[in-house]
């Protein structure tokens, strides 16, 4: 018994140094829990907005609302590194550079583990030592973003309905008296049935994180750039509503539209390094004028960019377009009228994020 007596100051230290060390090992993965969510909360806003102080803010209001045991991590500016973060192919690791504007951040607890705000401490003190607990953690978060290139065909079929025969030589049913390929298109058009469905892929864009780009491009005889990539998407619903106000649809060049689409994804000043490219290719009929589409499409192999193409009306040229689509690792949809062409676009838009992890 007088051994036993003995040995309990000992067993009780014993005891007391598991505990504490259990403690230390919880507020260490609290300490790490806390930095994770906070730095996706910086890292997403960071995409959004391009602000490294906004980025800062979003951490900050994540580590206010989880408290460790009654304290809070101090996040301090010299804590955050901004920059972008790539990989080589999907089966690589991301590998971060500093520097912005980017898509990533990496934060680190450095200012609190080296005495910046108030400390956690152990369950026990021992020997009289109320030691202080900072852990040191750190976590990365890339957010993923898309450059879409619309491209879409305003070519003089695009005047008909989807139920017209495009080559009859009678003008569309809806046209007015005198119309002649110029002015406002008529309003039972093909086109009008696009500018529905390109509106409604920004709509699905717009209910993401907003970190998606997007720019219109259209081709007849000639191809055009309406809008550089943007993510503001009421300057892609304008400038296809100024299109319908003066439709001058002449023939089909799908390759100079697929040439338009990539120089939009690879401009300097708009285009985000870090950012998937992909493009949306729309064609009614059968191209002829311009550069060869098969010619075209080596630009967007040498650029990694899947071409997601979309055969509208029965007029449409869809071997062309499926090639299109296969030679890219794009995929291909057929629709006949404006409802399965509005399903389409929702589609891809609904689906273009999960290239981003393929």
């Known amino acids: 018994m007088i051994a036993v007596m003995a040995m309990l100051p000992f067993l009780l230290i014993m005891a007391a140094m598991a505990i504490n060390l259990s403690y230390v090992q919880s507020i260490q993965t609290k300490t790490q829990m806390v930095t994770d969510a906070a730095t996706r909360a910086a890292g997403t806003q960071y995409a959004t907005t391009e602000s490294e102080a906004a980025a800062i803010s979003a951490a900050q209001a994540i580590a206010a609302a989880n408290p460790i045991e009654g304290i809070t991590l101090t996040f301090t500016p010299s804590d955050f590194e901004f920059g972008v973060s790539t990989r080589s192919s999907t089966t690589s690791r991301y590998s971060f550079a500093a520097g912005g504007p980017?898509?990533?951040?990496?934060?680190?607890?450095?200012?609190?583990?080296?005495?910046?705000?108030?400390?956690?401490?152990?369950?026990?003190?021992?020997?009289?030592?109320?030691?202080?607990?900072?852990?040191?953690?750190?976590?990365?978060?890339?957010?993923?973003?898309?450059?879409?290139?619309?491209?879409?065909?305003?070519?003089?079929?695009?005047?008909f309905s989807t139920s017209e025969d495009s080559m009859s030589g009678s003008p569309p049913a809806s046209a007015p008296v005198g119309w002649n390929y110029s002015g406002p298109v008529p309003p039972n058009s093909r086109w009008l049935d696009v500018v529905d469905a390109v509106n409604g892929f920004c709509d699905e864009l717009e209910a993401t994180y907003g970190i998606e780009q997007a720019s219109l491009s259209s081709y007849e005889t000639n191809s055009a750039t309406h809008v550089m990539l943007t993510r503001y998407y009421s300057n892609i619903r304008n400038a296809l509503d100024d299109i319908s106000d003066d439709f001058d649809g002449q023939?089909?060049?799908?390759?100079?539209?697929?040439?338009?689409?990539?120089?939009?994804?690879?401009d300097p000043s708009k285009a985000r390094r870090w950012a998937t490219k992909v493009m949306v290719l729309l064609s009614d009929g059968n191209h002829n004028t311009g550069t060869?589409?098969?010619?075209?499409?080596?630009?967007?192999?040498?650029?990694?960019?899947?071409?997601?193409?979309?055969s509208f009306s029965d007029e449409a040229n869809t071997i062309l377009m499926e090639d299109m689509a296969s030679m890219t690792g794009g995929n291909h949809y057929s629709a006949l009228n404006a409802s399965q062409l509005n399903a389409a676009f929702r589609d891809i838009?609904?689906?273009?994020?999960?290239?981003?992890?393929?």
């Open 292 to 310: 060869d589409p098969y010619v075209a499409v080596d630009s967007a192999i040498a650029g990694s960019i899947p071409i997601y193409t979309v």
């Open 102 to 159: 980017g898509n990533a951040v990496r934060l680190s607890t450095n200012s609190f583990a080296s005495g910046t705000g108030a400390a956690l401490t152990p369950a026990f003190p021992l020997f009289g030592n109320d030691s202080e607990i900072r852990p040191l953690c750190t976590a990365a978060h890339t957010q993923l973003a898309l450059d879409i290139a619309i491209v879409v065909d305003r070519s003089g079929s695009m005047c």
């Open 251 to 266: 023939a089909t060049n799908v390759g100079d539209g697929i040439l338009e689409g990539v120089a939009c994804l690879n």
């Open 349 to 358: 838009a609904r689906s273009l994020p999960s290239i981003l992890t393929q």
